[in-house]
């Protein structure tokens, strides 16, 4: 059986069809597509420079910029000396920003917004040939808005990046099952391998449902679908490992990687990045712990939890009401259940594996968003179509669009937009309710209305995080921006002629001052208070004149237990935080090295 266009569009597009001609649907799903893409830029670049920054990376971008070698291997400071604890693809894309832009806030932002804005239409080239234009539109609507996706967008770390690339590669699947050639499945395989390469492990949670979107998809005999689905997995598996082989066998200085035990990317990769943030080792559990309800609590139930409900709830009615209606009618469109199936796996196995895992970082749920948002456009598109043709089904959209805004309300918090928001979703709900009794109007604005009500607390909520110029980069080791020049106009007054700007003795400590001046810093540990300089060769370093100050603090020194060459900095230096210009006691520190100087 050969796939042709008709079998992937559903039951619910030739209504559409019969009502405009079809220049002018295209024309209007175009100019809508056109609206909602505009949304998603505006929500992700408005105030962009005013978002907050994570001095982690942002030093790295600044310590890659600064030689070949460094950009290679995605050095943290400009010596060399250590690299960051991920792949750096991601931040290749934020060292060409700023050196095209100049180093700044919105330079180093604009990678991850571009990515997280260019997601929206992408997602509704994915959804559509399996579910028809308004399903499509819907779907890029939903994650125009979802908070975490617009939080996650806004931030200068590189999951909205990745997501992006699992939306291309999903939609590539797509279109090698639908056409039968070979290419786009190999671009569907390196579109995951990229993604891999941006953000590794957290990028292949979508792999089964990519995989599935082609194998269930495609046509023709399983020994043909098994060379392409082989030719795919092949360009996988080159890309990524591209990096790490090139890492591993490049000539020259090999930067220690922040957060191995051994040095090696390697390791890095697999166990810091994999086995360690699954068990939770080396790292606390911030937020809420494992447990079948964590996304629907705490601070996750504002970012995600509430879409989810909506995800969970229209998918799930969706998919009954069509078995219902198979049974009657026959079963849906090939491509719709194909997607169904791919779509659900997305969506389980992701929030199952975020609710089980240790460590979790919010922003990692964007890689989620698609499935989420995606669930949420099909369901009502689907539930509206099958009001269109039977009460009950029109009695299920308009409880299921009920239902899952009033969930929403009661999982997101108070804020002050609360009440506007709880008028918008019962209005939109009540039309719902009017139009699904009438069912004279059509699917359209059934469809519309109950996306409104449902996609009103999502709004409310990206808004707010909009306007609190809200970021889901973390700030590790940051510092008020005067304290930063501060530092720096000291350090820059009393180098001599040091070769390190200051010893440090964790990565946290060092990003902002990295960030700001782009000098080689001496790091004393790499990750968790891990020893990577020695004791011996700190003392050699200050008699010798090469750092003269240190940045130090105990609380890098995990179970009161210091690494040796923090000890000896401590038991050497005189705290000169205060001369320096700093808040604080206990932060900046001379070195002793045998000579008077300020």
């Known amino acids: 059986m050969s796939l042709t266009n008709a079998d992937a569009i559903p039951a619910a597009v030739p209504t559409l069809r019969r009502t405009l001609p079809v220049s002018l649907a295209g024309i209007a799903t175009g100019s809508a597509l056109a609206v909602v893409t505009a949304v998603a830029v505006a929500l992700r670049f408005w105030s962009l420079a005013d978002v907050r920054l994570n001095p982690y990376y942002d030093a790295a971008v600044r310590s890659m910029s600064v030689s070949w070698h460094n950009l290679l291997y995605g050095a943290f400071e400009p010596g060399g000396s250590l690299s960051v604890d991920k792949l750096p693809v991601d931040l290749w894309l934020q060292v060409a920003s700023v050196k095209l832009l100049g180093f700044s806030s919105f330079a180093l932002h604009l990678p991850e917004a571009l990515g997280s804005a260019v997601a ?226 997305w969506l389980v196995g992701g929030a199952a594996l975020f609710s089980a895992m240790q460590m979790l970082h919010p922003r990692y749920l964007e890689v989620i968003t698609p499935a989420i948002a995606a669930a949420i456009g099909i369901g009502v598109v689907s539930l509206a179509a099958a009001a269109g043709r039977r009460r009950t089904a029109a009695a299920v959209l308009a409880g299921g669009a009920i239902a899952a805004a009033l969930g929403q309300l009661a999982l997101g918090p108070a804020t002050p937009a609360r009440a506007t928001v709880v008028v918008v979703v019962i209005a939109a709900a009540g039309l719902v309710v009017v139009c699904a009794l009438a069912r004279r109007r059509g699917a359209a604005p059934m469809a519309l209305l109950a996306l409104v009500a449902v996609l009103a607390v999502p709004t409310a909520g990206a808004l707010t995080a909009v306007h609190a110029r809200t970021s889901s980069a973390g700030e590790p080791g940051a510092m008020p921006a005067a304290e930063v020049r501060a530092l720096s106009r000291f350090l820059t007054a009393h180098q001599r002629h040091a070769r390190y700007e200051v010893a440090s003795s964790s990565v946290a400590l060092a ?64 705290d000169v935080s205060r001369q320096a210009g700093l808040s604080r006691h206990g932060l900046l520190y001379r070195l002793s090295d045998g000579r008077r100087g300020p």
């Open 120 to 345: 929206v239409p992408l997602l509704y080239c994915a959804v559509r040939p399996l579910f028809g234009r308004g399903a499509g539109l819907a779907a890029a609507a939903a994650l125009a808005v979802l908070p975490i996706a617009v939080i996650t967008g806004r931030s200068d770390t590189m999951d909205s990046v990745m997501m992006a690339l699992v939306v291309l590669a999903a939609w590539l699947a797509v279109r090698a099952a639908r056409s039968g050639r070979v290419l786009p499945a190999i671009g569907a395989g390196a579109m995951m391998g990229l993604a891999f390469n941006v953000k590794l492990f957290e990028a292949l949670i979508p792999l089964p449902a990519v995989v599935l979107l082609f194998w269930l998809g495609a046509t023709g005999s399983a020994r043909a679908r098994l060379g392409r689905l082989a030719a795919a997995g092949a360009a996988l598996v080159v890309v990524a490992l591209s990096w790490l082989v090139a890492a591993s066998l490049g000539p020259g200085h090999h930067p220690y990687p922040v957060g191995s035990t051994d040095g090696s990317v390697w390791n890095v990769a697999l166990v810091f990045n994999g086995i360690d943030r699954l068990r939770g080792s080396g790292a606390p559990v911030t937020v809420n712990p494992p447990s079948v309800t964590r996304l629907f609590d705490g601070p996750y139930a504002s970012l995600v939890g509430t879409a989810l409900l909506a995800a969970l709830v229209l998918g799930g009615l969706a998919v009954l009401v069509a078995v219902l209606a198979g049974r009657r009618d026959g079963p849906p469109p090939r491509p719709a259940r194909v997607g169904a199936v791919a779509i659900a796996t």
């Open 511 to 574: 990003g902002p001052l990295i960030a700001r001046d782009g000098r080689p810093v001496l790091m004393l540990t790499s990750m968790n208070g891990r020893a990577f300089t020695t004791a011996a060769t700190l003392r050699t370093a200050v008699r010798t004149g090469l750092v003269r100050y240190a940045l130090l603090s105990r609380a890098t020194c995990p179970a009161g237990s210091c690494a040796p060459a923090v000890r000896w900095a401590m038991a050497h230096a005189t």
